[in-house]
């Protein structure tokens, strides 16, 4: 058994902290953000940090980094107020990832890692036409995380592409696992996903019981 108190994590070296906090709560979804400056210059850059925030109104979250290590992103948000997200699969895990590197403002990732920008539906940001699940947010709040001058980003949901039908079943439930999307952990280790079993809404005292499957 090991065992680590916060004062012995906080002598280890930068990234090796890093990495070890990064990776401790587990594993996560892995998305590609797709944004638009004012000018018409597009933007992609890959989070790990989406959030379900409720259903009703339809809620989802991201913590964008501080401005001085992230700054686009965020600021086309501002600006416009829009932004889609996108999940990432095997056939482009490598460019989805290379988008974390700081590009110039006036460089879109579409353009140089050869991703293809998609317009639906009268969205004004760029969908990534190779995702088979993406979804576009109209900016609600910001709120500033003062303990490190984080974002935390909440967007209403505007708008759902989903390219093959058969993830979606009958109850409404997404089985992600058809469409290879994958996770992530940490800031640089990727996986695959595999659905085990559904369980039907818990009650105190009663054992539950496994879903059955509905649909393919």
């Known amino acids: ?17 890093a990495n070890f906090i990064n990776s401790l709560t587990g594993f996560k979804s892995v998305s590609l953000i797709g944004t638009v400056n004012q000018k018409g210059q597009t933007n992609l850059a890959i989070f790990s940090s989406m959030v379900h925030l409720g259903s ?28 889609t997200v996108n999940h990432v699969h095997p056939s482009f895990l490598e460019l989805a990832h290379q988008t974390s590197a700081k590009y110039p403002e006036e460089v879109s990732e579409f353009d140089e890692l ?4 998609e317009f639906i539906d009268s969205i004004a940001a760029p969908f990534v036409k190779e995702s ?3 979804y576009a947010l109209s900016l609600e709040e910001i709120i500033p995380i003062k303990l490190n001058n984080t974002f935390l980003v909440i967007g209403k949901l505007q708008h759902v592409t989903l390219e093959e039908e058969e993830i979606l079943l009958p109850d409404g439930f997404l089985e992600l696992s058809k469409t290879s999307s994958l996770c992530s952990n940490g800031i640089d280790a990727y996986y695959s996903t595999q659905l085990i079993d559904r369980y039907e809404y818990a009650k105190p005292g009663v054992k539950p019981e496994k879903i059955k499957k509905l649909g393919g």
């Open 132 to 134: 088979k699940v993406k």
């Open 1 to 17: 058994m090991q065992f680590f108190p916060h004062t012995t994590i906080q002598t280890w070296e930068r990234f090796y902290r």
């Open 56 to 83: 009703d109104p339809a809620l989802i979250g991201f913590i964008n980094r501080p401005i001085q290590a992230a700054p686009h992103t965020l600021a086309n948000i501002q600006a416009t107020e829009i932004y």
């Open 114 to 117: 050869g991703l293809t920008p």
